[in-house]
């Protein structure tokens, strides 16, 4: 029986890759360099510190491009609110999206199970698995599925026949 799952997954490495590109070029920008600024990230978060709002925007935008040049989908982190932290400087927890959450699991299982298509949808975990009896019900079930607008990205992954 015909089967793939749908996953959301980031890949850290690239992740690293873009912080250390954002890092290098902190130190050598003529307005940033010198300063507090820095990102760190430890398992799923990310850390981004600098003296004031404006050159905490200047590092996030800096970091939106450096992700896009490493295609990492920017609807994989979540952006918190900026807190003041130790010796006048800011901080911005950015938490990184690894896996589908409950709800959105069963958000898509329930407009899956709304459409008709023949095929079976089972939570595992953070996984999708979506199995049918035809093929071309599993490839209609990625269209809709890509149709929905999610904002979190989303993986076609361990397609069997």
Do not use: H, W
Request: aromatic share 4%.
């Amino acid at each position: 029986m015909p089967s793939f799952d749908v996953v959301s997954r980031t890949d850290l490495m690239e992740v690293d890759n873009a912080i250390n590109g954002v890092n290098r070029e902190i130190k050598q920008r003529f307005d940033l360099s010198g300063t507090k600024c820095n990102i760190e990230r430890v398992d799923n978060t990310l850390t981004v510190i600098a003296d004031d709002t404006m050159k905490l925007t200047q590092v996030e935008d800096l970091l939106r491009k450096y992700l896009a040049r490493r295609k990492v989908d920017i609807g994989a982190f979540e952006f918190k609110a900026t807190q003041n932290a130790t010796s006048e400087t800011v901080r911005r927890i950015i938490d990184i999206k690894q896996g589908i959450e409950p709800d959105l699991g069963r958000k898509i299982t329930k407009a899956i199970k709304g459409t008709k298509i023949k095929v079976q949808v089972s939570i595992q975990g953070t996984e999708l698995r979506v199995s049918g009896k035809k093929r071309d019900d599993l490839q209609e079930t990625i269209a809709f599925i890509k149709e929905m607008k999610i904002e979190q990205p989303l993986q076609y992954v361990n397609f069997r026949n």
